[in-house]
């Protein structure tokens, strides 16, 4: 150990000095990190390599000192703008004439979405965390690396594998990583809650203002706020357009009004009594944001925890007292045929906490089914049962006693077909084509709340908009 640190054998300090180098500029002055022997690279300014390695033993191998005489040059501090007559004598910028556009890694980039969200927990030291939870506030730094189990987004951002020496990461740009970034629910209800951060702001100029320094730590620019606005002026639009379509005036009264837009399904939470095999208490969520329904704006609700709906399935409550709870509606008198499926964690080996228990009850007929899933998925059919108008069919999901490891998958369809005389001029085309069809679907008919949670959608897509862009996931 002390010959490896003894001043006289310069190569422990050169290999560290330019990994640091490597970490800062994403290129080492030697590009073989791992290899400074006769099969690597040569180093492109040896004699400034050199010189680092001697100072970092002049200051007693202080990285700090180290980190602090590169970020304060002017070679770091440079601009990553192009300039075509360097760019022509070193096209690969091998000697560093301006600054390399970096991307941000997995770690760096989940860090900057907390942040953008005002929710990052910069805690120093502790326990390694579980960052599959949506909950975990903590710098990706403490995330839990298991080398058999390893999550699918650090895959997807290039993360190295920690069985294997890497000497860098490889950087790719797949399809997984732009799909990630739109769809999932950590991503989704980070853009909400930064949106949030401006909710008290009436004023649409001023609120794209606050999402940009935020997001950006900079104010936008004239042309990328007329932008910002046009985008929620269309936006708000189409959503005014689908929520409240024009009243067909030519044509008479409709019997029933509520079958033109479907209501059918609320969302919401309650309790299921064993005994009397119903659910009462039903309480709708009070939220909506980041594609589904829960609590509050918080990952964990004081009252509800992470009990939460979306079009797919969802978070169970931890017990039959305390269930999540999609409820449907019968529109009128038939005999309903229910198919789905329901399963938490299907393609785990091990999966965690003890699964959790779906019901099916009507407020007829009192419970039509119960399947309990712990890795596993189960069918859940219903061949038929009758309904009158105003009865209800809840669809509940409780975590069997415990409060972790609930999320789970079920989107039932239900069909009740009728026949409906179109011929009739007091039944409009659309109400017709809706009753005839018969089919309530829970992805496609999912939907937010359009009186109180239409504006919030708008910004949330609109902040989406902007953790989705180059400027957020690279250092330019």
Known sequence: ARAIVDGRNPLAARVIVNRVWQWHFGTGLVQTSSDFGTRGSAPTHPELLDWLAQ????????????????LSSATWQQASVDQPKYRELDPDNRLLWRMNRHRLSFEELRDSLLT???RLDPTLGGRSVDLT???TRRRSAYGTVDRLTLPGFYRYFDFPGSETHTSERQETTVAQQALYLMNNAFVMEQAGLAAARAADIHDPTTRVNRLYESTFGRLPTNE??????????????????VKEPVPNTSAKPVAAPSLVVDHSWRYGWGTYQEQQQRVTEFQPFPFFGGNQWKGSAVETDPLLGRASLNSRGGYAGPSSQLAVVRRWIAPRAGRLQITGIVSASPTSVQPLGDGVRARIVSSRHGLLGMWIVHGTEEPTIIDGTTVQPGDTIDFVVDGRGRELHGTFTWAPLLRMPMIVDTTDDSTTTEAAALISKGIWDAVKDFHGNPAESATDDVWQRYAHVLLQTNEFMFVD
């Open 116 to 118: 953008a969200a005002g």
């Open 133 to 135: 939870k949506n909950m």
């Open 224 to 241: 990328e706020r007329e932008l910002g606005l046009e985008y929620v002026r269309m936006f708000a639009a189409t959503k005014q357009d």
């Open 55 to 70: 100072t970092l033993i002049d200051d007693g191998w202080s990285l700090k000192k180290l980190h602090r005489r590169i």
